[in-house]
């Protein structure tokens, strides 16, 4: 019978141990092929439904290449080494990992995007450009995460010499000082008027600053219009006055533009809605022109000149003259303008009355240049037709050419403004996802607001999710074609807030950035209003419409260019 002795046991234990590690690092080695690390691991995040432990996401991993018994074994090898040999099928775009082939970005390395994706999102893109270089490293990806980050795309400011800031300078006040000069007169004359009604000297006349605070905005209660300095107030009710209404008033005129006919919507039928003839049976009487309160329509001046408070105010008081600035304030920016003016050799601004470049013959036109577009066919006129410069040659310098049309009050047009932007969508379903809150997807799907019917001319309620909906896919079947229009949504005030990423592309494709930059423009007034004050609302503003060019032949949604109580710049996307 053998016997064992100490040693034998000894290797025995040896060979067994050994086998036991062997037997773990096989298990080991099994366990690293089947599990891949996600290398986007910080940068996805965790879907609503969906395990967050990864593990799903682990089992839908590929390696590049596979692994040998031997290099697994090595302890050499680091964990950010066998990193390099996987690679994730997770899309950036839409977070998943299931939907079969995704194109991986040559530049950055990192980022994948599925072909579902890259034929909804960037049809422009090709699946080899993506490969080259993907939305994310062109600036542009309008997945929901990149397009709420702040401060990703910042638009090029343009510099300004010293010398070209001075010359702008002094356009603004060769420009502004005919204007101050009107205004500080009209004051002066209103002044005259209260001293001559309180029976005083106007040298002696005090005028009561109104209690304004910086935090607000002084408007006239009639026309709405914003007031600078010289108004006349009520004691009792704070009911405010512009001069041009007291103006107005005393001239017996109604202030407000009572008395003017307006529209009205006539009914034409059914069939007519669906491009048939209109249905009119007898002619239709005009309505009568909307009429003011009684009281409001026998709105008038006492013989001294005095106006008493409307209805609209408490309807008793006299209205008394206040001012914004302290006495003189006005007359002393107007001395020192002045005095600038007179004492430097300003360059001669454009005439109003004089013929542009572009016309080279008066009244004929050149119509073979590309910076014009004609927009009439009035017979012998030569101002059929607008500037219309290419936005390239406008960052080359076109400013004083456009100014010499601005001066005319004449609208420009500006071509392929958006060869300066990055490319980023501005498809609605783009921008509701990028206002969307992941949290509250339920209550923005459920919230309503107020669209415009261009087909009835009347305002709808609608589900802002329908809206989009219907914008990508349009009316259902058994319904009327629609034609809706969202105005100003989101508000100016939410935009670049909520779009961050859209304002900065808006803001960079603007032209004439002396005139257009919200921020910074050398030529834009509203720049230029002290930082204590409110401003004016400087938008932007979105308009988004759906439904055919001209639907039925009754029309469009297209917003058209109009006049604004301001200059404004309105860009087509």
Request: charged share 30%; hydrophobic share 30%; aromatic share 8%.
């Amino acid at each position: 019978m053998a016997t064992a002795t100490k040693e034998d046991y000894r290797e025995e234990d040896d060979h067994r141990g050994s086998s036991i590690r062997r037997c773990d690092q096989d298990q080991e080695d099994k366990e690293t092929k089947e599990k891949i690390i996600d290398i986007d691991d910080e940068e996805d995040e965790p879907r609503a439904g969906r395990r967050s432990n990864g593990s799903r996401r682990l089992r839908n991993q590929r390696p590049l290449g596979s692994y040998t018994d031997e290099g697994l074994g090595d302890e050499k090898m680091t964990k950010k080494e066998k990193r390099t040999f996987m690679v994730s099928l997770m899309c950036h775009q839409c977070q998943r990992n299931d939907k079969g082939r995704v194109v991986s970005c040559s530049k950055c390395k990192r980022k994948r995007f599925c072909i579902p994706c890259i034929t909804r999102w960037y049809p422009q893109l090709s699946e080899a450009e993506i490969a080259i270089k993907c939305p994310v490293c062109r600036n542009y990806c309008n997945c929901k995460r990149c397009l709420r980050i702040p401060g990703i795309f910042k638009y090029e400011e343009k510099t300004i010499s010293e010398r070209e800031k001075f010359k702008h300078y002094c356009y603004i006040l060769e420009k502004l000082l005919p204007w101050l000069k009107d205004f500080h007169e009209d004051q002066m004359a209103e002044k005259d008027l209260e001293a001559k009604i309180q029976g005083i000297d106007p040298t002696k006349l005090v005028v009561k600053k109104a209690q304004c605070g910086l935090d607000e905005r002084a408007y006239c209660d009639n026309c709405r219009t914003s007031i600078v300095d010289f108004h006349r107030s009520c004691p009792c009710c704070s009911y405010d006055l512009c001069l041009y209404c007291c103006r107005q008033v005393r001239q017996g005129v109604v202030p407000g533009g009572y008395g003017k006919p307006l529209p009205q919507f006539i009914f034409r039928g059914t069939k007519y809605f669906h491009g048939g003839p209109p249905q009119i049976s007898s002619p239709i009487k005009p309505d009568e022109p909307e009429a003011p309160h009684e009281a409001t329509r026998e709105w008038k001046a006492d013989s001294d000149g005095s106006i008493h408070c409307p209805t609209g105010g408490c309807g008793s008081a006299t209205l008394e003259l206040r001012c914004m600035f302290e006495d003189g304030q006005i007359y002393k920016l107007l001395k020192t303008t002045s005095a600038i003016v007179g004492s430097h050799d300003f360059a001669k601004p454009p005439d109003a009355s004089s013929s542009c470049s572009c016309f080279s013959l008066p009244p004929h036109v050149d119509s073979g240049s590309s910076m014009l577009r004609k927009a009439a066919h009035r017979v012998h006129s030569d101002d059929n037709y607008l500037y219309c410069p290419i936005a390239r040659d406008v960052k080359q310098g076109e400013l004083q050419h456009f100014q010499e049309h601005w001066t005319k009050g004449e609208p420009v047009i500006v071509r392929n403004v958006l060869e300066f932007t990055t490319g980023l969508s501005w498809e609605p379903m783009v921008m509701w996802r990028a206002l969307r809150e992941k949290k509250t997807r339920a209550q923005v799907e459920n919230f309503d607001v107020n669209a415009v019917n261009c087909l009835h001319w009347c305002e709808v309620e609608i589900n802002i999710h329908q809206f989009f909906t219907r914008y990508a896919e349009g009316s259902p079947g058994d319904e009327w074609p629609v034609m809706l229009k969202l105005k100003d949504w989101p508000s100016s005030t939410n935009f670049e807030e909520r779009l961050a990423r859209h304002g900065a592309e808006f803001n960079a494709a603007l032209p004439f950035k002396e005139y257009t930059d919200p921020r910074s423009g050398i030529l834009n007034l509203a720049v230029k209003l002290p930082k204590r004050v409110i401003k004016p609302d400087l938008g932007p503003k979105s308009y988004i419409a759906y439904g055919f060019s001209e639907e039925l032949g009754r029309g469009d949604s297209v917003t058209k260019l109009h006049c604004d109580m301001a200059d404004a710049v309105q860009e087509a996307f």
